[in-house]
């Protein structure tokens, strides 16, 4: 695919988007990078902030195969993946498909499962398959899982394990939208919106898994300058070595923002990445991928401002 169409398609999607989410603009431009970078994404924010709302309306701009978990201590991994099932008239096993085996996956209040369930997803969004009894099933090559969390304070909920944490592109923060525009958000419904009912969203489907599959293909073409290369590679080795984190970021996280500069840069409608596509993305990849000292925490220090105060360190590279 050209990279103009790409253009076109991601700024179609981030269009669509913005007819249903209202106030929260950082948080549509992070879904659509993730989606165009073929990452996961991690939604985190009190009830009632849209988070689903979000990934529906996403599976509306894409004409594929969407399904939705509501986790909850009950929830066991062959909900999620599928089961085996005994034909007594066949005399053989026959294997049914779970709702994992879709092009968009909403995993809703996700950290409300216990571990096990948890990491179920684990194979699927790193490998794109999954081992049930002994045999790997391959699913969509878009597969795209978007999760949902209340924060972890709330009663009933679980932290997710790091490995699982470390297969999300972005943790998004969902918060409350400013005044004006909570008052659009009530105009519109009595304009004749409705959460539950997805006619009234006006979204247009602006693309399929097929397109979609080929817009990632083209992302990865994207050549990125080798000051920038160096910038990102800084910015990852300066987390390991900051006072107050207790854990910096892998070489996987520095991957990760790689991919989410490229994607970044396109949406913008640039074929070349800049130092600012990096660092718009550094917060949304780092976040959940560093761990703060203890006595930072105690202090009231957040990873977002630790992940602000490395930037800040780091040297800003001059594209010629």
Do not use: W
């Amino acid at each position: 695919m050209e990279l103009d169409r790409v253009v076109e398609l991601a700024r179609s999607v981030r269009r669509e988007l913005g007819k249903v989410i209202i106030g929260q603009d950082a948080l549509l431009d992070e879904v659509v990078v993730a989606l165009l970078a073929g990452g996961h994404v991690l939604l985190e924010g009190p009830p009632g902030t849209a988070k689903t709302l979000l990934v529906r309306a996403i599976a509306l701009t894409l004409r594929g195969r969407f399904r939705r978990v509501q986790f909850t201590p009950d929830v066991m991994p062959a909900d999620l993946l599928g089961v085996n099932v005994y034909r007594s008239e066949q005399a053989a096993f026959e294997f049914r498909p779970g709702p994992v085996f879709c092009d968009l996956l909403l995993a809703d209040e996700i950290n409300r499962a216990p571990a096990k369930t948890q990491s179920a997803l684990l194979e699927a969004m790193q490998d794109v398959q999954v081992s049930i009894d002994g045999e790997t099933h391959a699913l969509s090559p878009i597969f795209t899982a978007l999760a949902t969390q209340n924060p972890i304070e709330y009663e009933g909920t679980y932290p997710l394990p790091e490995a699982q944490l470390d297969r999300f592109m972005f943790k998004s923060r969902v918060g409350y939208p400013a005044e004006a525009d909570e008052q659009e958000i009530l105009h519109r419904y009595q304009q004749g919106f409705d959460a539950a009912r997805p006619e009234t969203f006006g979204i247009e489907p602006c693309t399929d898994p097929q397109a979609l599959a080929e817009a990632r293909a083209a992302v990865r073409t994207l050549t990125v300058a080798q000051p920038v290369i160096q910038y990102i590679t800084a910015v990852v080795r300066a987390t390991r070595g900051f006072h107050a984190l207790a854990l910096g970021a892998s070489p996987r996280a520095g991957v990760i923002m790689f991919q989410a500069a490229r994607a970044t840069a396109l949406l913008r409608g640039r074929d070349f990445v800049t130092p600012d596509d990096v660092r718009d993305v550094a917060q949304p990849v780092l976040r959940h991928r560093l761990l703060l000292q203890p006595e930072a925490e105690i202090e009231g220090l957040t990873t977002d401002a630790a992940i602000t105060q490395v930037l800040a360190q780091v040297e800003v590279p001059r594209l010629t």
